[in-house]
């Protein structure tokens, strides 16, 4: 045990590990602590007696958290709590670990979104975990966290089959959440119902839209802007006041408005839809991009795009307006689902993802000659390790070899024809 000291960031810096673990305590707040351990960790403890603080309890000790998890003055507080607590009687360790047996996973599920992946990571990162929620919580939102099977899982994971991507996303946010639960004592440790399920094969192909697609593309979005997409009524379905007659659709010019954007940044999704006018710099062709994977960044707007954003009406603070727009509870817009199926079909492109936008834009730099430091730059990667699903499309070894093996083959057939 160590002499006693105000609790503090720079108490628990100089807390250095010895041999056998000791506890420093606080001088201002009766049974609050810090733990440091051999190995280096330090957890902040809240040691009281239950009942009313009566002589003949025995002393029970609280996990606050660990120095790495909550700050010195977020400890300070809970441990303020607690005491106030204790002084009216109550036992926050039993209380603790009533609400560990009772959370559910919908519960569970808030408070990892809020408190972990909203503030930890980006708003596209964010977003994706929500996405797998829509399938999680629907199937084991009720459920008790803590009593959660493997089969559960197994079963959900199974029943998405079709869709192995997002059946493997779900395995991977589900396995997280649980273990930010038992880091941060909200469930019993237990073995993760997540570990030793399978995953699907995802079979991830890089499509991308060839020249001709970009024509028939653009030229679907101008219709969809100006005389609209036609659409028809089945006339099996019982629709009230619509005549069973051939419609036509104008699309949202925000929404085509970004479509374009997408493709011609680069830029993510989210990344397009949550930018917001003043982080716009027309003049000097520069957006700035909000919280992204790699941390804020800009990219160099093309003059395609700069006459994109300046014929674009201004609605609200988003450059992509939402039905929000406008109003003081403004919210980005969310996707672009609904115009992206109408317009895909309408151009024939029905193995097109959203995403192969994205990818439309990178391959074609790669194909033109960019090299690979500039293009992962352009997306916002990381690591030039995630670019390199491209390097094939710029290998002068594979592009050579391929003309020469295509224009014998053409020969050999031209031949024997």
């Known amino acids: 045990m160590k ?3 105000r609790l503090s960031k720079t108490v628990a ?9 000791y506890v420093i305590w606080d001088t201002e707040i009766k049974g609050f602590g810090l733990r ?13 007696r239950p009942n009313g603080g009566g002589r003949d309890a025995d002393k029970k000790r609280l996990k606050l958290g660990t120095t790495k998890q909550i700050t010195a003055d977020q400890a300070r507080k809970q441990a303020k709590l607690s005491s106030a607590n204790t002084t009216l009687g109550g036992d926050p360790q039993a209380e603790k670990n009533e609400k560990r047996a009772a959370i559910t996973v919908k519960e569970l599920a808030g408070e990892f979104m809020e408190k972990s992946v909203k503030a930890l990571n980006a708003a596209n990162t964010a977003d994706s975990y929500e996405d797998a929620f829509n399938h999680i919580l629907p199937a084991l939102g009720s459920h008790k966290a803590d009593s959660v099977k493997k089969s559960d899982l197994g079963n959900l994971h199974y029943a998405l089959r079709d869709k192995p991507i997002m059946a493997n996303k779900v395995l991977a946010v589900f396995s997280s959440m649980m273990s930010y639960g038992m880091r941060m004592e909200l469930i019993e440790k ?7 399920i399978k995953k699907f094969p995802e079979n991830v192909v890089t499509r991308f839209l060839s020249i001709e697609e970009l024509e028939r593309f653009g030229e679907v979005l101008h219709e ?28 949202s010019p925000h929404a085509v408005a970004a479509l374009r954007l997408y ?32 941390g804020p960044r800009e990219i160099i707007a093309s003059m395609a795009t700069i006459e994109i954003l300046r014929n674009l009406k201004r609605v609200g603070e988003h450059v992509i307006a939402s039905d929000s ?26 193995d097109v993802r959203l995403h192969d936008l994205r990818h439309t834009f990178a391959s074609h730099a790669v194909i033109d000659g960019t090299g690979l430091a500039v293009v992962s730059k352009l997306l916002g990667h990381k690591s030039i390790t995630t670019t ?30």
């Open 190 to 196: 237990r073995e993760n119902p997540a570990k030793d």
């Open 325 to 350: 727009a406008g109003t003081p509870d403004e919210k980005p817009r969310y996707d672009l689902k609904g115009p992206w199926y109408n317009i895909r079909a309408r151009a024939g492109l029905s």
């Open 224 to 251: 969809a802007e100006t005389v609209g997409i036609p659409w028809s009524i089945d006339p099996d379905k019982k629709t009230k006041h619509v005549p069973k007659t051939s419609q036509s659709s104008v699309a």
């Open 388 to 417: 390199m699903r491209y390097a094939h499309l710029n290998d002068p070894a594979l592009r050579q070899a391929s003309e020469q093996i295509g224009s014998k083959m053409s020969k050999t057939m031209k031949t024997k024809v």
């Open 3 to 5: 002499s006693n000291e």
């Open 13 to 21: 810096d100089n807390a250095l590990p010895e041999a056998k673990r």
């Open 36 to 48: 440091v351990y051999p190995t280096g960790s330090k957890t902040w403890i809240y040691e009281y």
């Open 263 to 294: 493709l011609l940044t680069g830029a993510r999704l989210r990344e397009i839809l949550h930018l917001k006018w003043s982080s716009v710099d027309l003049d000097r062709g520069i957006l700035k991009l909000g919280k992204a994977k790699g």
